[in-house]
């Protein structure tokens, strides 16, 4: 008995997990269509469904957990991207080009943010002959037909179709969301095949040369990895409708199965400052323009900063992304580490063994198996954070691995960085910080220059403020 809980989108409720085989635990999460670099909002769902991973691994075992995130390489906004990057480039080229530039960018982007790789990342291209088989089974068994060189899904074939999204047929019918085409049975009947020009990329099908819709794809790689019927499968909560709710009637439809995932589960909404993030409002940000440029609060961010403030919000409530919130991830990860220090540890490759199989704290775990309440999770690290015996720090250290905010050569660099102290290097940082704090005191903003000489604090700068013969503020620092 694991006593997990899981909230399942689609009973809206939060249910006992009982895995089909606890030998053989199964999850699909959907991954990037790789046209152009991540953004910060496609980062959520990897981190939280990672920790998901994480816990699995850790209550079943890592053999028995199989982990798979698809990559979708064949779309039309890869093949308009590639077309306008490589204007006369043969388009298959071209379209290789972006789609392993861009995949190669996730990849690194994902594990800079701590996220395991899944057991496995298979690629849409490489499973076309998987699709075909699967269509050709739906217009089999009457759940497809072919019409206006696409072939197409019959919603009304079947009998509970939308009860994922709550998504009446009948407003479907009425053309309430989708604009009913002319070859098309009903107005809510989706693209499982279309054919392609001689500029577009295609594959030889029954039907003619063409590519595949965007819905058939998870359903046929989830079938062909996991199976026809497993556990659990995750996404953003923008993802329901259609995506998911399709995938659902291809896949039961196709096996006549009662289920395609025992569990569906997503993620909340990302904000930016309070916005929709969007290019329109230039509030847009890739996780590379986090992670290695200045763009977001003026400053590059760590990739266990933005890992933490992503999950400083349960996973199913929406998400305010703000500069304050990186800033308190960030202090918060120092406060631990420094706590882990000061009860005892040291991260010397004698003690590698000893600290790299240290496990989580019990009270931390079962917050996890409560549907990952991170609420909960994060007092239990602050409690820990707060004693005062080596002890604290153990379980502090081994609940931090578990879900993915520390690792023991993470804290081997920060022990010696710590031991060494702060050095000049960082001068023009410290003097631009020092600048901002004598304007807040200038405008009489006595909590912002606080907050500053905290943040200059922790970062072991001494401030000596003064006035010069012009009776002006001044403040002289100097390493403590």
Same mark, same amino acid.
Request: hydrophobic share 35%; with cysteine.
């Given at each position: 008995?694991t006593?997990? *809980?899981?909230?399942?989108?689609l009973? !809206?409720?939060?249910?006992?997990?009982?895995?089909i085989?606890?030998?053989?635990?199964?999850?699909?999460?959907?991954?990037?269509t790789?046209?152009?670099?991540?953004?910060?909002?496609?980062a959520?769902?990897?981190i939280?469904f990672?920790?998901?991973?994480r816990?699995?691994?850790h209550v079943?075992?890592e053999e028995h957990v199989?982990?798979?995130?698809?990559?979708?390489?064949?779309d039309d906004?890869?093949?308009?991207?590639?077309?306008?990057e490589?204007?006369?480039?043969?388009?298959?080229a071209a379209? $290789?080009? /972006?789609?392993e530039r +861009?995949?190669?960018?996730?990849?690194?982007?994902m594990?800079?943010?701590g996220?395991l790789?899944?057991?496995?990342e298979?690629r849409?291209?490489d499973?076309?002959?998987?699709?075909i088989?699967?269509?050709?089974? @739906?217009?089999?068994k009457g759940?497809?037909? /072919?019409?206006?060189?696409?072939?197409?899904?019959?919603?009304?074939?079947?009998?509970?179709y939308?009860?994922?999204?709550?998504c009446?047929?009948?407003?479907?019918?009425?053309?309430?969301? /989708?604009?009913?085409?002319?070859h098309?049975?009903?107005?809510?009947?989706?693209?499982?095949?279309? &054919?392609?020009?001689?500029?577009?990329?295609?594959?030889?099908?029954?039907w003619?040369?063409?590519?595949?819709g965007?819905?058939?794809e998870c359903?046929?790689m989830?079938?062909?990895y996991?199976g026809k019927?497993?556990?659990?499968?995750?996404g953003?909560?923008?993802l329901?409708?259609?995506h998911h709710? #399709?995938e659902?009637?291809q896949? $039961?439809?196709?096996?006549?199965?009662?289920?395609m995932?025992k569990v =569906?589960m997503?993620?909340g909404f990302? *904000?930016?400052?309070?916005?929709?993030?969007s290019?329109?409002?230039?509030?847009?940000? +890739?996780?590379a323009? &986090? &992670?290695?440029?200045?763009?977001?609060?003026?400053r590059?961010?760590?990739?266990?900063?933005?890992r933490?403030?992503?999950?400083? +919000? #349960?996973?199913?409530?929406?998400?305010d992304?703000?500069?304050?919130?990186?800033?308190?991830?960030?202090?918060?990860?120092q406060? =631990?580490?420094?706590a882990?220090?000061?009860l005892?540890?040291?991260?010397?490759e004698e #003690? $590698?063994a000893?600290?790299e199989d240290?496990?989580?704290?019990?009270?931390l775990?079962?917050h996890?198996?409560n549907?990952?309440?991170?609420?909960g999770v994060?007092?239990?690290l602050? !409690?820990?954070?707060g004693?005062?015996?080596?002890?604290?720090?153990?379980?502090?250290?081994g609940?931090?691995?578990l879900?993915g905010?520390?690792?023991?050569?993470?804290?081997?660099?920060f022990?010696?960085?710590?031991a060494?102290g702060p050095?000049?290097?960082?001068?023009d940082?410290?003097?631009?910080?020092?600048a901002?704090r004598?304007?807040?005191?200038?405008?009489?903003?006595w909590?912002?220059?606080?907050?500053?000489?905290?943040?200059?604090?922790?970062?072991?700068i001494? &401030?000596?403020?003064g006035?010069d013969?012009?009776?002006? $503020?001044? +403040?002289? =620092?100097? @390493?403590?």
């Amino acid at each position: 008995m694991t006593d997990i *809980q899981l909230y399942n989108t689609l009973t !809206r409720t939060k249910e006992q997990f009982v895995p089909i085989d606890p030998k053989n635990v199964r999850m699909y999460v959907c991954g990037p269509t790789v046209y152009d670099y991540a953004h910060i909002g496609n980062a959520r769902p990897v981190i939280v469904f990672d920790v998901l991973f994480r816990l699995l691994r850790h209550v079943y075992g890592e053999e028995h957990v199989t982990y798979v995130r698809n990559i979708t390489d064949v779309d039309d906004k890869i093949n308009a991207r590639a077309v306008k990057e490589h204007p006369g480039m043969e388009l298959n080229a071209a379209i $290789r080009e /972006v789609t392993e530039r +861009t995949g190669a960018q996730y990849k690194s982007d994902m594990h800079a943010l701590g996220n395991l790789d899944p057991s496995i990342e298979p690629r849409a291209t490489d499973n076309i002959s998987e699709m075909i088989v699967m269509i050709e089974t @739906l217009i089999e068994k009457g759940h497809a037909y /072919v019409a206006g060189g696409e072939v197409l899904f019959d919603v009304t074939s079947m009998e509970d179709y939308g009860k994922l999204s709550n998504c009446k047929l009948d407003e479907l019918q009425a053309g309430a969301r /989708v604009e009913v085409e002319a070859h098309k049975k009903n107005a809510g009947d989706f693209v499982l095949w279309k &054919l392609s020009s001689e500029d577009q990329p295609g594959w030889e099908s029954p039907w003619g040369r063409g590519r595949p819709g965007w819905h058939i794809e998870c359903s046929a790689m989830s079938e062909r990895y996991i199976g026809k019927q497993f556990d659990i499968h995750a996404g953003g909560i923008d993802l329901v409708f259609p995506h998911h709710e #399709n995938e659902i009637a291809q896949s $039961r439809c196709a096996h006549g199965t009662n289920n395609m995932a025992k569990v =569906w589960m997503h993620n909340g909404f990302l *904000q930016i400052e309070g916005e929709k993030m969007s290019k329109s409002l230039g509030n847009f940000y +890739t996780i590379a323009d &986090l &992670l290695e440029h200045d763009k977001f609060g003026g400053r590059v961010w760590p990739g266990d900063v933005l890992r933490l403030a992503m999950l400083m +919000t #349960n996973h199913r409530e929406p998400i305010d992304f703000t500069k304050k919130r990186l800033e308190e991830a960030e202090k918060t990860l120092q406060r =631990w580490r420094q706590a882990m220090l000061k009860l005892g540890m040291s991260f010397t490759e004698e #003690n $590698r063994a000893e600290y790299e199989d240290l496990g989580p704290c019990s009270k931390l775990l079962a917050h996890l198996k409560n549907d990952l309440n991170m609420s909960g999770v994060l007092a239990e690290l602050h !409690r820990h954070a707060g004693g005062d015996r080596e002890h604290n720090a153990r379980r502090l250290f081994g609940s931090l691995k578990l879900i993915g905010l520390a690792s023991f050569d993470q804290m081997q660099a920060f022990e010696k960085a710590e031991a060494e102290g702060p050095s000049h290097d960082n001068a023009d940082e410290i003097e631009s910080k020092i600048a901002q704090r004598l304007e807040l005191l200038n405008n009489k903003d006595w909590g912002g220059a606080d907050a500053l000489r905290d943040e200059l604090t922790a970062m072991g700068i001494q &401030l000596k403020d003064g006035k010069d013969e012009d009776g002006n $503020r001044i +403040t002289n =620092w100097e @390493l403590s």
